[in-house]
Nanobody, 119 residues
Framework: QVLLVESGGGLVQAGGSLTLSCTASGSIFRINAMTWYRQAPGKQRELVAT?????GTNYADSVKGRFTISRNGVKSTLQMTSLKPEDTADYYC???????????????WGKGTLVTVSS
């Protein structure tokens, strides 16, 4: 079983920065992709940033140039700068792993961390 734990959320003023981290533990064979999602109150969950095993990245248009996703082993980091009130949301990490027994991909999710940006 794999467990993902996020950290780094909190309250910040507009224009400020925060760094979120997501660390995996358990039996990990291969990480295919690391992705951060967010969900604001009353809105659907949306993709924020993805980092693939080949170091390809993809960002939501709303965060391009402000957010940076990176990886260090089984840890994913989302550096957020120039934060805006509309970035306020619960942020979730998602790891897409290859299961060693079946070689099939499986998604794992963290429980989320709240980011609040005040104006």
């Amino acid at each position: 079983q794999v467990l993902l734990v996020e950290s780094g959320g909190g309250l910040v003023q507009a224009g400020g920065s925060l760094t979120l981290s997501c660390t995996a533990s358990g039996s990990i064979f291969r990480i295919n992709a690391m992705t951060w999602y967010r969900q604001a109150p009353g809105k659907q969950r949306e993709l924020v940033a993805t980092l693939t095993s080949g170091d390809g990245t993809n960002y939501a248009d709303s965060v391009k140039g402000r957010f940076t996703i990176s990886r260090n082993g089984v840890k994913s980091t989302l550096q957020m700068t120039s934060l805006k009130p509309e970035d306020t949301a619960d942020y979730y990490c998602n790891f897409r792993l290859t299961e060693p027994s079946t070689l099939r991909a499986r998604d794992y999710w963290g429980k989320g961390t709240l980011v609040t940006v005040s104006s």
